[in-house]
Each structure stands twice: as C-alpha cells, then as structure tokens.
T-cell receptor
Framework: SQQGEEDPQALSIQEGENATMNCSYK?????LQWYRQNSGRGLVHLIL?????REKHSGRLRVTLDTSKKSSSLLITASRAADTASYFC???????????FGAGTILRVKS | KAGVTQTPRYLIKTRGQQVTLSCSPISGHRSVSWYQQTPGQGLQFLFE???????NKGNFPGRFSGRQFSNSRSEMNVSTLELGDSALYLCASSSGGGASDLYGYTFGSGTRLTVV
C-alpha cells in the first residue's frame, strides 16, 4: 500500500512557470523524500526534509513540510523542458529500511 | 564514483519461467533494497538486505526472493513467472546505519521485465 497521495496526478505548464506538487501521508514520519523519474528510468533523489524542518531549498527546488497536516509540497521555480518527469514523494518506514511511495505527479513542461 | 548498476536492462521471459536480476550498489554501500514499479500499483517495496541479511520484506508472494553477497551485490529471483510480474524492477542502495535518513537512496536505472 502507498503511504500517501500526491496531487495533481498530472501537471502541464509553460517553460519559465513554477510547478507545485503536493503530497499527503498517513502516519508519522521521520523524514520525507522527493524523487524524480524520467521516462520510466531510475529514480533520482532530489531532496530530503526531516520532520523537525519546515522548509528546505536546493537550487530551484523548495520543499515544505507540515507535520500537523501530514503534508508536503515541492515547488520547482522557473521550470525548464528538462524538468519534464514524474515526481514522487516517499517516506521511510520500518526503521528506515523501506520507502513507501506516493502515486506520483507527472509534470510536463512545454517549451 | 560509479552509481548503482542493474543488469540486464531489458528482459523478455515466458510465463512459467524464472528470472534472476542483478544489482551492484555504490561501492561501500551495504544496504540494497528492491522495488517493483507497475502502472497499476505504482512503486512497491519488495525487500531490503543489509550485510547479507534480509531485514525487511514487502507483501509479495514467495515466488519473489533475493539474496545479498559478501561484496554487497544483490540478486532477486522470480520463479514461475506470471503476466502480472511484468514491471520495472528497481534497486536502491544506501550506506545503511541511518544514512538514508540523511541522504536518501541512490537508485539504479532498473530492469524492464516483460512476461509473455
């Protein structure tokens, strides 16, 4: 079973616009991780935010975490065509030995 | 340093056959976990190995098994293949010891298995 839900399921924007993806989860977490997947290939780790953090930045990425609402959001600013991919949130379970993934958001950036 | 290497990249098998997939983690990483990705079920955890011991197992039938060698390389085996086993199989590595809680996991490019 998946840890949470992501919305939107799909997002289509123009190059240069910002993209926001949301993730909700069901149980308490130690941290939340975001991954990107290009065209059914492997997952690339983007950013990790710990439960005691509220916001984290990495380049054009900004992640927020609201543990009271059990939700997180990933913001990609000034999007590029190369950002076209699927984005997944994931939470570690069972002492961090496994990740439980959301269903993912498919982002398409049109040039 | 080299990333996570999965072989083969693509595989076509017939129902009833068995298959073995291989994963070489990043040098020095001792934890290897496996995931199955399908359009219907998304990313599902299969199992995780650390220092040759299976520490965690997902909700998959016994036809799915794995092992880890002393050099941390891991294999997963699926016996008596079914059409529903067609999927992208991903492995991920971390150094273990809680490192994944700081740095996340590094994934391989996956093995695309098609069962016909």
């Amino acid at each position: 079973s998946q840890q949470g839900e992501e919305d939107p399921q799909a997002l289509s924007i123009q190059e240069g616009e910002n993209a926001t993806m949301n993730c909700s989860y069901k149980t308490s977490i130690n941290n939340l991780q975001w991954y990107r997947q290009n065209s059914g290939r492997g997952l690339v780790h983007l950013i990790l935010i710990r439960s005691n953090e509220r916001e984290k930045h990495s380049g054009r990425l900004r992640v927020t975490l609201d543990t009271s609402k059990k939700s997180s959001s990933l913001l990609i600013t000034a999007s590029r065509a190369a950002d076209t991919a699927s984005y997944f949130c994931a939470a570690p379970r069972d002492y961090g030995n496994k990740l439980v993934f959301g269903a993912g958001t498919i982002l398409r950036v049109k040039s | 340093k080299a990333g996570v290497t999965q072989t083969p990249r693509y595989l076509i098998k017939t129902r009833g056959q068995q298959v073995t997939l291989s994963c070489s983690p990043i040098s020095g990483h001792r934890s290897v976990s496996w995931y199955q990705q399908t359009p219907g079920q998304g990313l599902q955890f299969l199992f995780e190995y650390f220092s040759e011991t299976q520490r965690n197992k997902g909700n998959f039938p016994g036809r799915f098994s794995g092992r880890q060698f002393s050099n941390s390389r891991s294999e997963m085996n699926v016996s008596t293949l079914e059409l529903g086993d067609s999927a992208l199989y991903l492995c991920a590595s971390s150094s273990g010891g809680g490192a994944s809680d700081l740095y996340g996991y590094t994934f391989g490019s996956g093995t695309r298995l098609t069962v016909v």
